[in-house]
């Protein structure tokens, strides 16, 4: 309910003192969302930031009346405005009274219970011409006013009587000069500044002021007291705030012309000041203690696009959104408030429930791989848990504990371990204590040696922390992720594990529904992610947010909230700043800064507020750049501190308190901590406990590069040196940060030859040599400690540079450790052309056999990664004859087979109980071999069959010969593999098979698991053992496999499982998504400008797959490429390769695509196809399709066209799977061969056989979990029953066969 009661009444009650009595009218007024304005204004609390400016000591109730003043004094001119419109009384020249008793406050009364509540909802007022003496709406408005804020105290009539002086004087003047510009105020106070600016300069001042004295105009005017010091003489308690607005409202006038320079000229003017008040009480109405110039945690005018990114929130926050990774890109120059605007909004949506992570590059490091940064930002994200457990409550507990579970599942311990190196809270998140003997222990064994390992163990830390994300988001708990890369350094290659990552995140619906990826970046198109390729991504939304420099409105919002004065007050100022600043919020506090310091920009303590001259600010000289004013700022500063700021900036954006001060001395630096803080005090450098930081990146910049290059060569070398030399004195806690950040300094002295210049400095050989292995173990641990391989790159180079001349000579071993170690670097980044170069180099360099067989590795590892099979394989040739291990000159399919036989008859006494004791491979000479054909693809046994099976051999007959070592088991899986295919007995290669994983058990080396589990498990053991079995050993070698790195082999064996899964029954919506996954995960990580046959080929399954479904292509088309272009790029691959496998596969693709749509003579001839390249045996997983349905395609033909030789065709193909079933595996075989059967009975005539053959099939299929050919069996029984009479009961077996058909 509402109630109306008088002013006169309301002012003492206590629903004036009430805080939340103006809420309702505040909602109403506000332009923006609620949640926008309190970002925008920094008005929440975070781990208890303070984001309010202090205010004098006030009572509650003072407060808080002054507030519901404010509320009732906007309403009241609400209601003034809209009575003068409709009454005339608008007319400037019009004089009308505002009567105080006329005004009546309407309150909404609510009662809840017990409790009432009450609230200002409308005030009223009655205007009347004005009798006797003549008053302005503005000075009659001005008394109630004063009225209103001092609680109804009386006017005395002294005050009165001056005040209505004061309005006459001014009404006189301005209807006598017509300009009020030129008031005796305006010109005392002009006068003043004058005074202060002069005052700075030499000589000159007493002419000017003279001059200004004698104006005869200024001369003959008196002063008479100002209404604003009459107001604040009476009413002492006021805020000064209130007694500037009440003297501004008495002197205002509704003509459009102030009569002094603060005063009203419309009565909107009067409501937005007020509504400044009612919104920001503590910046404009109560009195501040501290008169600094602060513009607070606030944003200004970016309301819009805090309300664009909020709103993206929102939508993930309430689930409503598009379901879609939602990634952000803002851009922006330099200083225009990129990172705080992020920052802001990450910092108020952590109070809703959200966690903000941020990651960040600092120009200084060395390094700033994404992945590394990314590392950084989840450290932060587990410290944050740690947190939350600590201070949390249920639901947060909760959280912890589900995200626990989650990373425990998806990573295991010994993920959990590797991660932990890098991400050293996630451990005791998960409660998985490592010592410190396991933790030397495994970094010992996690030094890597070989460009193979180390390219695997990227790939593994990639793959963990792609699964670290995916377990703590499926969680739900939503997450903005902020990559600031504003610091990035100009020419930094961005790494393609940011993209890998946000394009994993986007493929899975339980991650990229609860994360907010933003990135700040500059202001050009190639700065910041290349995000075409993720925007193309059909479940990603990728918009843009350009953060420009500051309209004059914003920059005069910001001016007004950090002078605390209106902004119609602060426009003349804000006008001059922003044309002298371009509106760069850095330039413009630093500019004001240098405004105060020169005077120009004074706090009048009698006025309580900022005050100026704007005929005086615009002489104050300014720099045509941001880095000119910083630069003049900095020059200003004492010497000592600007020395001390000079080696702060070497250290980058961020400073070790206990780090710097062992500088103390250096160079005649000294009172560093104290130097330090002077530079806080200049608002060039922040501080957090013993961090400090500098303010922005370009102070950091700045202040760095005052110090000419060569001289800051020297100065970063003697702070590395004096670090490492007073590293006994340095705080336990800091001596692992302490000889990093000394190395970094020391490269950074080394010369880069700008402007032509060597900038060389003078190192004796013994200094070089020990620098040259501190960046040998420091590369080396940043590949094992964080697989942070362009941190080690720069370490290696680094190293190599510093090596002496007589290096390879005095220190080989030094030398070549760092060479061949920066080849593996070059290998992992793919830097194949550098690659090439070095190792050809170091070739020559080689002493030994053993090293030039490493560079040889990498030379053979880089040529298949780049697809150079051909010259791959004769460098592997090359050698083994050097090992002495040559492999046969003539590699053809007779040879094969002859050696094959040979060593079959040698492995086949052999039991999976003998290898696990048969004796290990001790001889380096053997080792070595057997690593370098254990670097051999998986993928050479499809597209060079005959070379693989002889390396097989070779591996073999090593092993057998010289004992036993890891790449054993893959020896034996290939062989298998190649005895199947080549002799096909399947029998032996099933049992070489299992001594394969019986040495792979024995040794557990998981980076060989896929290279062994993909013959084994997706070739050989489908001969005996269940097809889902098989499967599942195909499922746990990819994790693991996974889990290991070796990503190239993880995409054939997920081909191969794909497949199994498609004859297993697998339900094709699943099997769908899992092959679009594997497609988009190939094309995320192509290495080359063109993709290759495995890609084309396991796209064409994709496309097979829709075949059976009955989708379009049109989604698969947009993502990919169309199926015409896929099958056309197959075909020109094995016309430029002749690699059988590739044409084989894609005969298998339109033969299943034939037959699913039953277009039986097609599909037969595309079976002929495909069995004129293989060998028409059941060797792999497609050659089990292709025989049983062009079985089934026989006895349909035979029966409906009569076709000579169609029932020898379904006959052929019914004994090989009759075969199968009674000498390999019944599983999987014998409802296929039954079906046949029954066909074959049907087809001769046979009825009462068919019919129990068709059952017996269908019984089969169903037992042994083969729902797609129990769909099939009952639609052939149908059509069976149909044909032969039964009409209603071949219906009914179809509409059965229909149901599998759709659960399938």
Known sequence: MTETISLSQWMPSKWATVETAGDNVKKRVSTWPQKVSDVAKGEFNVNGDNNTIQETTSTADDKAYHQNAVVVAYLLVQHIMGAAQSTGYGNGSTKINVDPNSIKV??????????????????????????????????????????????????????????????????????????????????????????????????????????????????????????????????????????????DVMEGTNGGVALTKTSFTSLEEVLEDLKRMMFEPNVFLHNPSDPKIDFGSRLYGREEEISTILSVVDGISSGQGSGALEIISVHGYSGSGKSFLVNQIGRYISTKGWIFLEGKFDRMKQSNAP????????????????????????????????????????????????????????????????????????????????????????????????????????????ILLLYDANTKCEGLVESEFLQKLLKHIADRASSREHLLFIECCGKKESEGLDTSTIAS??????????????????????????????????????????????????????????????????????ERQWVWDTDIVPLQRISDSVAGLLMSKLLNLNKSVLDCLIMASCFGSQINMPIMELLDGLRGVTNIGKNLVIGVEEGILEKAGPLYMFSHNSLQRTVYEITPQNIRNQLHLDIGSTLISKSASAPQEVIEELFSVALSHINKSLPNGENGQSNEINLSPSQRGVFAKLNLKAGQKAISNSADFALAKFHLNAGMAFLPEQCWHDQYDLAFNLHIEYANVLLVQREYEELDTHCKVLLLKARCVEDQIKIHE???????????????????????????????????????????????????????????????????????????????????????????????????????????????????????????????????????????????????????????????????????????????????????GSLAGDRGSVFLAKAVLNRHLLVNGCKLSELRMKQESLCREMMYNKREKKFGAFFYQSLGDLYTILSLIGEPDD?????????????????EIYSSTKNTSVLQLFYYHRFIQSFAVRDF???????????????????????????????????VLARK????????????????????????????????????????????????????????????????KFINEEALAYELYGIFRVETGHLENGKELLRKAQSLYAEW
């Open 106 to 247: 309407i309150l909404r009364v609510e009662e809840e219970g017990a409790s009432q509540s009450c609230s200002v909802d409308s005030v009223s007022v009655v205007l009347e011409s004005s009798t006797g003496t003549q008053r302005s709406i503005f000075y009659s408005l001005g008394e109630v006013l004063l009225i209103l804020f001092s609680r109804h105290e009386t006017i005395t009539p002294q005050c009165r009587t001056t005040l209505l002086s004061r309005q006459e004087s001014l009404n006189e003047r301005h209807e006598g000069a017509n300009c009020a510009a030129d008031t005796f105020d305006s010109f005392q106070d002009t006068m003043q500044r004058a005074l202060l600016f002069l005052d700075l300069e030499e000589g000159g001042g007493d002419t000017m002021m003279d001059d200004l004295y004698n104006l005869p105009e200024k001369r003959e005017r008196t002063m008479t007291p100002s209404t604003f010091s009459t107001i604040c003489a009476n009413y002492p308690t006021l805020p000064m705030s209130v007694c500037r607005l009440i003297a």
């Open 1201 to 1264: 066209t009569k076709q000579d030789g169609m029932l020898d065709i379904g006959e052929h193909r019914r004994m090989q799977l009759q075969m199968w079933a009674d000498h390999g595996s019944k599983w999987n075989a014998e409802n296929k061969a039954l079906l046949l059967q029954a066909e074959k009975y049907y087809t001769t005539g046979n009825l009462d056989q068919a019919k129990a053959s068709y059952e017996a099939s269908v019984k089969s299929a169903r037992e042994h």
């Open 858 to 1040: 990498l030379l053979i590892a880089y040529l298949f990664r780049s697809g150079k099979f051909p010259e791959a394989l004769e460098h592997v040739r090359s050698v083994l004859d050097t090992l002495g291990f040559p492999l046969p000159t003539t590699v053809d399919k007779d040879t094969v087979r002859a050696v094959l036989e040979a060593l079959r008859n040698a492995a086949s006494g052999f039991t999976p109980e003998q290898m696990r004791t048969f004796p290990l491979m001790t001889e380096e000479v053997p080792k070595q071999a057997m690593k370098i054909m254990g670097s051999v693809p998986i993928l050479l046994t499809f597209s060079s069959p005959t070379f693989a099976a002889m390396i097989a051999c070779q591996m073999t007959q090593l092993s057998i010969q010289h004992g036993l070592c890891a790449e054993s088991a893959v020896a034996f899986g290939n062989l298998g593999f190649a005895i199947n295919s080549v002799l096909q007995d399947f029998n032996c290669g099933y049992a070489m098979g299992n001594l394969g994983l019986a040495i792979f058990q024995r040794f557990k080396s998981n980076t060989l698991i896929l290279k062994t589990y993909v013959p084994i498990f997706g070739f050989l053991k489908s001969w005996k053992e269940p097809l889902q079995s098989c499967s599942e050993g195909l499922c746990y070698a990819v994790h693991e």
């Open 1115 to 1131: 989604r698969v088309a947009s993502i990919f490429i169309s199926r015409e272009e896929c099958e056309k790029a197959l075909l």
């Open 371 to 478: 992945i590394s940064v990314m590392m950084s930002a989840f450290e932060n994200y587990f410290v944050t848990l740690e947190s939350i457990k600590c201070w949390g409550g249920s639901d947060d507990l909760s959280y912890c504990y589900k995200v626990a579970t989650k990373i425990t599942e998806a990573l295991g311990p010994d993920g959990i371990d590797s991660l932990s190196r890098f991400i050293p809270s996630l451990n005791r998140l998960v409660g998985i204590e490592v010592t410190d003997n396991d933790r030397d222990g495994n970094h010992q064994s996690n030094i890597v040696r070989t460009g193979e390992e180390s390219t695997m163990y990227e790939q593994r830390i990639e793959y963990l922390l792609c699964a670290l994300v995916d377990a703590i988001l499926s969680v739900g708990r939503p």
């Open 537 to 606: 991504h059909d479940s990603v939304n990728v918009s843009r947010i350009d953060i420009g420099e500051f309209s004059k409105p914003a920059l005069n919002d910001a001016i007004s909230y950090a002078l605390r004065l209106p902004p119609r007050v602060t426009a003349p100022l804000s006008e001059i700043i922003h044309i002298k600043t371009m509106g760069n919020i850095l330039f413009v506090i630093q500019f004001m800064k240098s405004l105060e310091k020169s005077k120009m920009l004074t706090y009048n303590l009698s």
């Open 1161 to 1195: 003579e097609t599909a037969l001839n595309y079976c002929e196809e495909y069995d004129k390249l293989g060998s028409g045996i059941i060797s792999r997983i497609t050659d089990v399709a292709t025989v049983f349905f062009s079985g089934v395609i026989g006895f």
